[in-house]
């Protein structure tokens, strides 16, 4: 397996762009989550979906956010419009019911700036 | 509400000299705690958990910790610590009684500095 899978890994944009994150989670998982990181306010956790359905987005910071997941194997993140204090590294982890309770698996993250 | 705190921001040790990442923890309930380790630009990976029996959890690449309920702690331990070893180090807590369903709670983080 090749673990979660984060696009783009890097994005640099201009203050009042859209941004659009992705994620495709390990293969069966049925728990998918979006962290943000920051050297302020650590590692936060902004939404989580089971079997593809939001379940806490109390995290998410603003109605500039926004997070669907379509499919099992396909989720976004979205910022519209995108701010500098946006600037972050988000991570996308996913895990599974059968896994032994919260071990999750994170992919590489996607590490935002906003000019 | 389930918490975890990581007092310390930084921890040097010596290349060989144990090492000690310390964390405390606050739930309602019985918690599910775990360790992860951060590489730079590196996404966040798993080192070991506690859910329930024995005291003294083993995890990967040496790594170990122990659940102390009176203390509410769940230190991060290993006996001689290697130069690979330096990297961010995370804990994480879920209280199982409030559910919540999977979601973790993570501290601030302790850098690891080793040392030659």
């Known amino acids: 397996d090749a673990g979660v899978i984060q696009s783009p890994r890097h994005e640099v944009t201009e203050m009042g762009q859209e941004v659009t994150l992705r994620c495709k989670p390990i293969?069966?998982?049925?728990?998918l989550f979006w962290y943000r990181q920051t050297m302020m306010r650590g590692l936060e956790l902004l939404i989580y979906?089971?079997?593809?359905?939001?379940?806490?987005d109390s995290g998410m910071p603003e109605d500039r956010f926004s997070a669907k997941m379509p499919n099992a194997s396909f989720s976004t993140l979205k910022i519209q419009p995108s701010e500098p204090r946006d600037s972050a590294v988000y991570f996308c982890a996913s895990t599974t019911t059968g896994s032994g309770a919260n071990v999750l698996t994170f992919g590489a993250g996607s590490r935002l700036t906003v000019l | 509400a389930q918490s975890v705190a990581q007092p310390e921001d930084q921890v040097n040790v010596a290349e060989g000299n144990p090492l000690t990442v310390k964390c405390t923890y606050s739930?309602?309930?019985?918690?599910?705690l775990f360790w992860y380790v951060q590489y730079p630009n590196r996404g966040l990976q798993f080192l070991l958990k506690y859910i329930t029996g024995d005291n003294l959890v083993k995890g990967s690449y040496g790594f170990e910790a122990e659940f102390n309920k009176s203390q509410t702690s769940f230190h991060l331990k290993k006996p001689s610590a290697l130069v690979s070893d330096s990297a961010l180090y995370f804990c994480a807590v879920r209280d199982i009684q409030t559910g919540g369903g999977n979601k973790l709670t993570f501290g601030t983080g302790t850098q690891l500095k080793v040392e030659l």
């Open positions: 739930v309602s309930g019985n918690p599910y």
């Open positions: 979906f089971n079997n593809n359905v939001p379940i806490d």
């Open positions: 293969s069966g998982h049925d728990y």
